[in-house]
Each structure stands twice: as structure tokens, then as C-alpha cells.
């Protein structure tokens, strides 16, 4: 999901803001990699739908509509007819529906094959399977990276992306780290063998508490997520799939009759104030950090890109809500 005005919370209003400014720049990161390598990224724009099952969740949905209305974000209160008009697949029952028409969806995977292709055209060498064990630091600067089978790299400048990894790399002075954790997220792909495209299950994004269901266009389906705090475990488990399937099945029944292609956790790379550490380290000249995109890694990639070109450029500033040093002290 490209969803920053659904994700939007009073307190991370830096984070809020970056979102939206990275979902600006999506349509036209989406169109230049369409170009630069013929894989659609497959950014979708049929907006979002969040729905509530009963009073409680239409008491919650009305609360978060209206710090968006004093954020003036875009949504739309629909009466749970008007959302079954959209979608008819929801049931019948629904208590409350809004619209957030600015928030979108992508396939992180395509985005990662075009990303891959487009970087390799552009003159980038990627060592695949590659696992770095260190960072090399000489002097007082980082220097380049260790691999696992002993090789070196050296480099001007050392960028850690290491997702939910980033605060284990070797070699770094404390006061050099990134404190990042994994949070464990539960997915499921589901298929729908019927599939008219004149007729999904579902058109839009639907959002209800304790989940989501995204539809790629093609009759597939992606059901998400658990939010997990189990370090790098990254198993399914039988209460995970239940759970997913129970609350999604409330609200769509009809997913029951697809077929389930994967069953897939993953771990979001987490900070202590969920936003992001971009730029450079002031602990160590020559390292820069990408990291910390929490539930968010998909819609920032190309803010995130941009301002890390600008950082390696020497030319760019990074707000100082990311900045990665705010975590000095903080044990990783
Ligand atoms: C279930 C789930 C649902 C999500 N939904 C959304 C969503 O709807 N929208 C959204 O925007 N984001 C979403 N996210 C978050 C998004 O996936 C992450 O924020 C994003 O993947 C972070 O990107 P990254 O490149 O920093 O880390 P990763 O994608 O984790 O990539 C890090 C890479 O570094 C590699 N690596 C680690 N250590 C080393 C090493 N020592 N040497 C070499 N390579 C190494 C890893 O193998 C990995 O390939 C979701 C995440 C999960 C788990």
C-alpha cells in the first residue's frame, strides 16, 4: 500500500508529511522505470476503502477521520451502501466506510525487478547473494564493507540498507549504530480462478482493524498483515493464517473461494520512533544509513531515493526528524 494518509498518526507528522511527498513522486518513479526496463511497477490507482465491523470500529473509523479532517486530509464518509456500491463484494452488515481516494497500491515485487534492471542498465554492479560481514573502517572513516567469503570493496562512501538487519552489521563503533528491529508481519497471497476483470472481488484497497486486502488487478490478492514482536523469526503460524482469514473472511466472504498461492512473514525494519535514519552518520565520516522504514519501506522508496542521491551528492538536506543520529546512545 502507497497509504500515507491512512497510516497517518497525530504524533508522526514528519513522517506523515514525507509520506505524502514520496506518494507525490510515485506516478512519475512508476513511469520511469516503466521506460527504463518495460516492468510495470504496477502502481494501482483506485484508492482505498476503510470499513468497520460494528460500533466500536465505526466509534475508532470516526476518530480517525476526524484528525484527518484537522490535518485537512482527503476522505470521504461513506454510508456502508455507498461502499458496497463500490465494492460489492463487502457484506451487507458493514457498520461505517470512509474513502481515502489519494491512497494507492503497488507490487513491491515488480518494483524490486524494475528497480534491479533499471539500476544494472544505469551502470550499477550488483553482487546478488552477496552477504556483508563488516564494515571496513580505516582511520576514523568508513572505508568500504567485508563480505562474508572474505572479499573487500572499498568505497568513498558506505550506504547501510539493511532493512531489519541494519543495526547487527559488524565493524561499527557504538556510538556509529542505528538501533532497528524486526517486526514480524504475516501475509498470505490468495488467487481468485474465476477472475472477470470486469467483475473482481475487489477493485479497491480495503483497510478494517487487524488487517488488509490488496487487490493487484489480475485476479490475485494479497492479505495482510500480523504486527509481531519476535525478533527474526519469520515462521507462519496456524493462529497468524486464522486470525488474517477470520477478520478478512467478516468482511469479504467471498475470499474464502480463492485459492491460497503463499503463505509469507516478513520483518519490517523497525526504529524507536517508527520514522526512518537517512543521511549521514556524524559518528563516522564516509557512512550513510537507509534504513528504518518500518510499515512504510514502499511508499518512501522514491523520496528516499532522491534524498539519498542528494546526500551522496553533497548537495541535499534531510529533515531532522530522520536524522540518524538522533539515536546516538541508544543501544542497537
Ligand atoms: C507484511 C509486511 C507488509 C508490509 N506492507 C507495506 C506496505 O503496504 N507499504 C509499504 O510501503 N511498506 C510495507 N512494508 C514495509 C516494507 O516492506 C519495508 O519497509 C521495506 O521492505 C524496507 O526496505 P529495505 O530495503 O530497507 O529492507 P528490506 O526490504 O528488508 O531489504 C534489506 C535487504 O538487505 C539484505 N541484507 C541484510 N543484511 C545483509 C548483509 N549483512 N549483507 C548483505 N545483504 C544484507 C537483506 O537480505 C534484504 O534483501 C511491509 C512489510 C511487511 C513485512
Redesign the pocket.
Known amino acids: 500500500?502507497?497509504?500515507p494518509v491512512s497510516e497517518a498518526d497525530a504524533g508522526e507528522r514528519a513522517l506523515m508529511l514525507l509520506g505524502i511527498e514520496s506518494a507525490r513522486r510515485w506516478r512519475t518513479f512508476a513511469g520511469e522505470l516503466l521506460d527504463a526496463t518495460g516492468i510495470d511497477p504496477g502502481l494501482r490507482e483506485h484508492g482505498t476503502l476503510i470499513v468497520a465491523r460494528d460500533g466500536d470500529e465505526a466509534a475508532a473509523l470516526e476518530r480517525e477521520l476526524a484528525l484527518r479532517d484537522r490535518m485537512s486530509l482527503e476522505t470521504r464518509r461513506l454510508l456502508p451502501s455507498e461502499a458496497r456500491e463500490l465494492e460489492p463484494g463487502l457484506v451487507p452488515s458493514l457498520r461505517a466506510a470512509a474513502e481515502i481516494p489519494g491512497d494507492r497500491?503497488a507490487d513491491?515485487r515488480a518494483l524490486c525487478q524494475a528497480l534491479v534492471l533499471a539500476a544494472e542498465r544505469a551502470g550499477v554492479v550488483l553482487l546478488e547473494g552477496?552477504?556483508?560481514?563488516r564494515i571496513v573502517v580505516e582511520g576514523d572513516r568508513a572505508a568500504g564493507?567485508e563480505?562474508?567469503d572474505g572479499r573487500r570493496i572499498t568505497a568513498g562512501d558506505v550506504v547501510i540498507?539493511?532493512?531489519?538487519?541494519?543495526g547487527?552489521?559488524d565493524g561499527l563503533p557504538e556510538g556509529a549504530r542505528v538501533p532497528v528491529r524486526p517486526?514480524?508481519?504475516?501475509?498470505l497471497r490468495l488467487r481468485d480462478p474465476d477472475h472477470d476483470p470486469a467483475q473482481p472481488l475487489l477493485e479497491r484497497v480495503v483497510r478494517y482493524e487487524g488487517g488488509?486486502l490488496?487487490p493487484r488487478g489480475d485476479g490475485r490478492y494479497v492479505l495482510?498483515?500480523?504486527v509481531e514482536e519476535r525478533g527474526f523469526d519469520t515462521t507462519m503460524t496456524a493462529l497468524g493464517v486464522y486470525e488474517l482469514l477470520r477478520d478478512a473472511a467478516e468482511l469479504v466472504p467471498g475470499l474464502l473461494e480463492l485459492e491460497l498461492e503463499e503463505a509469507?512473514?516478513?520483518?519490517?525494519?523497525g526504529t524507536p520512533d517508527n520514522a526512518p535514519a537517512l543521511g549521514r552518520s556524524s559518528a563516522l565520516p564516509g557512512l550513510v544509513w537507509?534504513?528504518?522504514?518500518?510499515?512504510?519501506?514502499?511508499?518512501?522508496?522514491p523520496v528516499t531515493g532522491d534524498l539519498l542521491a542528494g546526500v551522496l551528492a553533497g548537495d541535499g538536506d534531510i529533515p531532522a526528524a530522520f536524522d540518524p543520529n538522533r539515536f546516538a546512545g541508544v543501544r542497537a
Open positions: 500500500m502507497l497509504a497500491c513491491p552477496a552477504e556483508v560481514f564493507v563480505l562474508a540498507a539493511a532493512g531489519a538487519w541494519s547487527l552489521l517486526v514480524k508481519g504475516q501475509s488488509y490488496v495482510g498483515a500480523t509469507i512473514a516478513g520483518l519490517r525494519p537507509a534504513t528504518g522504514h518500518y510499515r512504510n519501506g514502499i511508499l518512501l522508496a
